[in-house]
């Protein structure tokens, strides 16, 4: 018998098994691929979201539920496994009218393949590494990971790369819902293709009808490799949106081929006696260098989540997005008009500005008009339509009061305090490796000089979790040996020899753990005698903008035993030393891998078996044969990995 389909209206028949059904917003005949949320094993379960209310998930006749008040931490649905296979492979791409022939694709696309599942399902994906002169690791971004450090994805701190000819599956849980990407996290190379949306299916703040048939990514885009950009910056930069962009809009350059046409959306125009469609968006920043503003004309965006947290839902005309922050958001097909911004006719531009954390003196015009809403989608018009006036593009976080959680923390007493337990950004011009190790996160606990992380791709913390010795002082790690239920305070500032001042803004990173943000603080030194934290309820997520020449103070519960990356998301930061590695509860850690039992202790061995076969070849490295083995003379330490490795 053929299980029907449930939609948002229709829940009367239910076969004799748990629930099966559309993802909200996903009718049946809406473009997009053929996904089904399952939880077969919940009998007598119901899907409950409707469009008038998305925060329901799923409910059974005795009461229960799973919707947004549930506490995702510490329980989910059951659904099913979600298998995916990605291939990496050398190739080339025309994004924007100029050729990029150092891409590096999963199965050659880009982006890479979306990757959905439902809150509460298993996702087990086999990464293939097909490329000819590198290994790799795939992040992904933002889960949890909970007692599962091993698939992180972190070369040198969870696993050695996946050399070239090999493959390795990733396999965790969605406890969490919402919307993210996933990428290479060896070196610089997500910035040559390697990323693609990941999409937790689950319940939201805000009322919609219809979902975005995919995730918007936005990003910045060069045509030289991301390797070779760490020394010279992208070269014919441009901005992408969806892996669609025009090189003429941003730098002015000629287009050898034809650019693509600009990505587009199509929504339902209003129609007499009735109520507006909302339309659910999915905004996520995958860039190497750029932060950005998103806005679209005449159409006020209403945020409902940041990162995988949902907040109580509050509207702007744009909203600035870090590098891997992301934000759901809810647009209504109804064009707003007033005086200095009149409809003019029924396409309006999507716009992503470049936000003032860098020059952005010299832009030529329009250089932002990087995609489409229609409301006629047989039009292939430009639009006419104007920027709203109020954007701002400066380089600031979304407001911090506007960023308030559904389900409220309470964030307990420092375990760390009285210990000077701070982080703070430091530069030097005296480089620890290569032409690099500018950057660092020096823990100050340490109380020793500022040392840029660098790993070590053939010797990964999580194969040394029975360590009773000193760590290698460049893997910068920072133990916290605290229990279950304890908070560790973490205050991330500027360069201490700079006054405690940053230059420009840092999108901080926090792998394993969502993180509260009690104090945020532009343009304004450190004073630990007069922080002003806020412990009811504070804005979370995994990314966090660091505030030019300010701090932030993040807090987060020591509840998830292993090696967790801190780092900046600006490619090319932690390239060059913006890390460190919290290593938390190891002996807890090495109890859920023993060395001598644990199969993933057995699968990672076998890993870095691979890699250091392919990689002790200098024939395999880059451009290959003898060219690759020359590359010795430069220097026999640091010719192959010239950067952190992260």
Request: proline share 9%; net charge negative.
């Given at each position: 018998?053929?299980?029907?389909?449930?939609?948002?209206?229709?829940?009367?028949?239910?076969?004799?098994?748990?629930?099966?059904?559309?993802?909200?917003?996903?009718?049946?005949?809406?473009?997009?691929?053929?996904?089904?949320?399952?939880?077969?094993?919940?009998?007598?379960?119901?899907?409950?979201?409707?469009?008038?209310?998305?925060?329901?998930?799923?409910?059974?006749?005795?009461?229960?539920?799973?919707?947004?008040?549930?506490?995702?931490?510490?329980?989910?649905?059951?659904?099913?496994?979600?298998?995916?296979?990605?291939?990496?492979?050398?190739?080339?791409?025309?994004?924007?009218?100029?050729?990029?022939?150092?891409?590096?694709?999963?199965?050659?696309?880009?982006?890479?393949?979306?990757?959905?599942?439902?809150?509460?399902?298993?996702?087990?994906?086999?990464?293939?590494?097909?490329m000819k002169h590198n290994g790799t690791s795939i992040h992904w971004h933002g889960i949890r990971q909970n007692q599962t450090m091993h698939m992180d994805g972190v070369n040198g701190i969870t696993q050695c790369p996946i050399a070239s000819g090999h493959e390795f599956v990733y396999e965790w849980k969605a406890t969490q819902y919402g919307s993210s990407w996933y990428h290479s996290h060896y070196s610089m190379q997500y910035a040559d293709g390697l990323v693609g949306p990941l999409t937790l299916h689950g319940p939201s703040p805000g009322p919609y009808d219809h979902a975005a048939d995919i995730p918007l990514l936005v990003t910045d885009w060069g045509h030289n490799s991301g390797f070779e950009a760490l020394y010279t910056g992208l070269k014919n930069q441009t901005i992408l949106l969806n892996g669609r962009g025009d090189i003429t809009k941003f730098s002015g350059n000629k287009a050898p081929l034809t650019p693509p046409k600009p990505y587009s959306l199509v929504f339902e125009p209003k129609q007499p006696n009735r109520r507006a469609k909302r339309y659910l968006l999915r905004l996520i920043n995958t860039s190497f260098d750029t932060t950005f503003v998103f806005s679209i004309d005449n159409h006020n965006l209403t945020i409902v989540s940041a990162d995988f947290v949902p907040i109580h839902p509050y509207s702007n005309t744009s909203v600035l997005i870090g590098i891997g922050q992301r934000y759901n958001a809810i647009v209504e097909a109804n064009p707003i008009a007033n005086a200095s911004q009149p409809i003019r006719s029924k396409d309006f531009w999507m716009r992503t500005y470049v936000a003032e954390c860098a020059n952005t003196a010299g832009y030529p015009q329009n250089?932002?008009?990087?995609?489409?809403?229609?409301?006629?989608?047989?039009?292939?018009?430009?639009?006419?339509?104007?920027?709203?006036?109020?954007?701002?593009?400066?380089?600031?976080?979304?407001?911090?009061?506007?960023?308030?959680?559904?389900?409220?923390?309470n964030i307990g007493n420092s375990a760390n305090a009285g210990q000077e337990h701070d982080v703070v950004l430091d530069q030097t011009q005296t480089t620890k490796f290569g032409p690099h190790g500018v950057f660092g996160l020096e823990p100050t606990t340490f109380g020793s000089s500022f040392i840029p992380l660098r790993i070590n791709f053939s010797d990964p913390t999580f194969l040394l979790l029975n360590n009773t010795g000193k760590w290698p002082e460049?893997?910068?790690?920072?133990?916290?040996?605290?229990?279950?239920?304890?908070?560790?305070?973490l205050v991330i500032a500027g360069d201490r020899k700079k006054n405690y001042r940053s230059i420009g803004a840092h999108p901080i990173h926090l792998h394993g753990h969502d993180f509260a943000i009690l104090q945020q603080a532009e343009a304004q030194k450190v004073d630990y005698g007069n922080l002003d934290l806020k412990f009811d309820n504070p804005p979370r997520r995994d990314v966090v903008l660091l505030p030019r020449n300010g701090f932030v103070v993040i807090a987060f519960k020591t509840d998830n035993p292993g090696a967790w990356l801190l780092h900046c998301h600006i490619a090319r930061h932690a390239a060059?030393?913006?890390?460190?590695?919290?290593?938390?509860?190891?002996?807890?850690?090495?109890?859920?891998?023993?060395?001598?039992?644990?199969?993933?202790?057995?699968?990672?061995?076998?890993?870095?078996?691979?890699?250091?076969?392919?990689?002790?070849?200098?024939?395999?490295?880059?451009?290959?044969?003898?060219?690759g083995c020359a590359r010795k003379e430069e220097d026999p330490v640091f010719s192959f990995q010239d950067d952190s490795g992260i």
């Open positions: 018998m053929q299980v029907p389909l449930l939609g948002d209206a229709d829940q009367s028949a239910l076969p004799p098994r748990g629930p099966r059904f559309r993802p909200p917003g996903h009718a049946d005949d809406q473009p997009g691929p053929e996904f089904m949320c399952e939880y077969p094993t919940m009998t007598g379960w119901r899907h409950c979201s409707t469009p008038d209310d998305r925060g329901c998930w799923l409910t059974n006749d005795k009461g229960d539920k799973f919707d947004i008040n549930t506490n995702y931490e510490n329980i989910a649905p059951v659904g099913v496994v979600r298998p995916y296979t990605l291939e990496a492979r050398d190739g080339w791409f025309n994004a924007d009218g100029m050729n990029f022939t150092d891409a590096k694709l999963f199965n050659g696309a880009y982006p890479g393949p979306w990757i959905q599942a439902c809150w509460g399902d298993t996702i087990r994906v086999t990464v293939k590494n097909r250089y932002e008009t990087n995609g489409i809403l229609r409301y006629d989608a047989s039009s292939t018009a430009d639009p006419v339509s104007l920027p709203w006036n109020n954007v701002s593009k400066k380089c600031s976080d979304e407001t911090y009061s506007s960023l308030v959680p559904i389900l409220p923390w460049q893997w910068v790690i920072t133990p916290e040996n605290y229990g279950a239920e304890d908070w560790v305070y060059e030393g913006l890390a460190m590695q919290i290593l938390e509860r190891q002996k807890d850690a090495d109890k859920i891998w023993p060395w001598g039992t644990s199969k993933a202790i057995a699968e990672a061995r076998k890993t870095c078996q691979q890699w250091n076969q392919w990689h002790t070849n200098c024939e395999n490295w880059w451009p290959g044969g003898k060219a």
